[in-house]
């Protein structure tokens, strides 16, 4: 009898501890409920990701407050894994790295796709821009920066890039020669930045590496450190990062927006720095895959991201913003019907 008790006590303990889990773990496991609140991921202040996604859904490049209850993801792993181990958050990042854990969004009904973001349909798109240094313009350098342009501007590099998904700029530079490495010795190119372009920055720098080393009396190597487009920009005005330690000569910072005349008129407007918009990247709007949704509109958009001042105004304003929790069946009650 006392071995039996023991047995069902055993059982209703177990059965416990697996409720108990199962609470705390709503919202990461289980079915996706439209009744849930949304959970809020935006990038860190200085994201070019961010910039896009609150420029885009409010129309200004204009300090605009965002949504206050949102987490704050540092970065675009944190990104990721904030929306794959919760089933009902929402983020964005670039197409170009989202994986099988998180699912992308069309936005007021058109895929974040290369060909939509080529022909100009897919609004939140971006450019990836490369920065040289203030002290060594891109045309008149020669060593290892000079030879990574020449790099940038091949077939080689285009090639490249759009395999990985962005797009490459063809506007700028129709890239249909291929690269010639030349002799330049021993040297490390060093590169800084957006961590949307932290993957296609390693490959580049790889890829050229791989090709210089071809040649006798080369020994390139290369150091991609994911920093953030506001470090990336620096790049065109100073030469090393104070966060550094020790400081890193830098090359080449990636910002992942364009500069921009809000960021050159207020913070350094006696001189644009020498940059090149090399490829065109689409953000997408993501959700975990359990979520039904397949499309979100700019107004749902600025109500999760931005804000709104009322019922018949969702523009979203640096005062007087309306910032709640809002529940998915709200915004988007087709997800109940």
């Known amino acids: 009898m006392k071995k039996i008790l023991k047995k069902v006590m055993i059982m209703a303990l177990a059965l416990a501890v697996a409720v108990g889990a199962m609470a705390f773990l709503t919202g990461c496991g289980g079915d996706f409920d439209p009744t849930s609140n949304i959970a809020v991921f935006h990038r860190e202040l200085g994201s070019g990701t961010r910039e896009v996604i609150v420029e885009r859904i409010t129309g200004t490049q204009e300090a605009?407050?965002?949504?206050?209850?949102?987490?704050?993801?540092?970065?675009?792993?944190?990104?990721?894994?904030?929306?794959?181990?919760?089933?009902?958050?929402?983020?964005?990042?670039?197409?170009?790295?989202?994986?099988?854990?998180?699912?992308?969004?069309?936005?007021?009904?058109?895929?974040?796709?290369?060909?939509?973001?080529?022909?100009?349909?897919y609004a939140l798109s971006r450019d990836f821009v490369l920065i040289a240094r203030h002290d060594a313009p891109?045309?008149?350098?020669?060593?290892?920066?000079?030879?990574?342009?020449?790099?940038?501007?091949?077939?080689?590099?285009?090639?490249?890039?759009?395999?990985?998904?962005?797009?490459?700029?063809?506007?700028?530079?129709?890239?249909?020669?291929?690269?010639?490495?030349?002799?330049?010795?021993?040297?490390?190119?060093?590169?800084?930045?957006?961590?949307?372009?932290?993957?296609i920055g390693t490959w580049l720098a790889s890829a050229f590496a791989a090709a210089m080393n071809t040649l006798d009396g080369n020994s390139i190597t290369y150091y991609v450190a994911a920093t953030g487009s506001g470090a990336g920009r620096t790049i065109g005005f100073y030469r090393t990062l104070a966060s550094d330690a020790p400081a890193v000569d830098f090359h080449f910072g990636m910002a992942s927006a364009s500069l921009g005349a809000n960021f050159l008129n207020t913070e350094h407007a006696d001189f644009i720095p020498n940059h090149i918009t090399f490829a065109l990247d689409a953000v997408a709007i993501i959700v975990h895959p359990s979520n039904p949704l397949t499309n979100i509109t700019t107004e749902q958009a600025r109500r999760i991201f931005v804000g709104y001042r009322g019922d018949n105004d969702v523009t979203g304003s640096a005062t007087n913003a309306h910032v709640r929790a809002w529940r998915w069946e709200e915004l988007f009650p087709a997800l109940v019907a």
């Open 64 to 121: 605009i407050t965002t949504n206050a209850s949102a987490a704050i993801a540092q970065g675009t792993e944190e990104v990721n894994t904030n929306v794959s181990g919760n089933r009902h958050a929402i983020s964005y990042e670039s197409v170009a790295i989202i994986g099988d854990s998180v699912r992308a969004l069309s936005f007021n009904g058109v895929a974040p796709t290369q060909q939509n973001v080529i022909n100009g349909t």
């Open 138 to 199: 891109f045309a008149t350098t020669g060593g290892v920066q000079g030879a990574f342009y020449s790099f940038i501007n091949s077939s080689n590099a285009r090639e490249l890039t759009n395999n990985l998904g962005p797009v490459y700029n063809t506007e700028r530079n129709a890239a249909t020669t291929t690269f010639v490495p030349t002799v330049i010795g021993t040297q490390q190119l060093r590169i800084t930045g957006s961590t949307s372009m932290t993957q």
